[in-house]
Nanobody, 116 residues
Framework: QVQLVESGGGLVQAGGSLRLSCAAS????????MGWYRQSPGKQRELVAT???????NYADSVKGRFSISRDNDKNTMYLQMTSLNPEDTAVYYC??????????WGQGTQVTVSS
C-alpha cells in the first residue's frame, strides 16, 4: 500500500518562501516520476513541477525560476522549495508519484496561502 503525505504548507506574505515536503511510503517502482500539482477553488488541478528518479526536472512556466523541485531517494521524500511567492500561488498543493509501468498515487494535499 502506497501513501504520500504532504507537509510544509501554511500562510506566507507575498515575496516570502515555503518548503513543501512529500514523504512516500509503501512499495513503489524504482522507475517513477514524482511531481507537485496545485488546485485553487473553482479551478482544475495544474502541474507545478516534476522530477524523475534520475533527477530530470520539469516546471510550469508560471513557477520557473521561483520554485525548485528535488528528491532524496534515501529518505524517500520529495521537496518543493518555493520562493518569491505571490497571491496567485495560493492553492492546495498535491504530491504525486507516477510509476513508469504501474499506477499513479496522490497525497491529500497541503494548503499554501500567500497574502498580498
Amino acid at each position: 500500500q502506497v501513501q504520500l503525505v504532504e507537509s510544509g504548507g501554511g500562510l506566507v506574505q507575498a515575496g516570502g518562501s515555503l518548503r513543501l515536503s512529500c514523504a512516500a511510503s509503501g512499495t513503489i517502482s524504482s522507475r517513477n516520476t514524482m511531481g507537485w500539482y496545485r488546485q485553487s477553488p473553482g479551478k482544475q488541478r495544474e502541474l507545478v513541477a516534476t522530477i524523475t528518479t534520475g533527477g530530470s526536472t520539469n516546471y510550469a512556466d508560471s513557477v520557473k525560476g521561483r520554485f525548485s523541485i528535488s528528491r532524496d531517494n534515501d529518505k524517500n521524500t520529495m521537496y518543493l522549495q518555493m520562493t518569491s511567492l505571490n497571491p496567485e500561488d495560493t492553492a492546495v498543493y498535491y504530491c504525486k508519484i507516477a510509476e513508469f509501468v504501474g499506477r499513479d498515487y496522490w497525497g491529500q494535499g497541503t494548503q499554501v496561502t500567500v497574502s498580498s
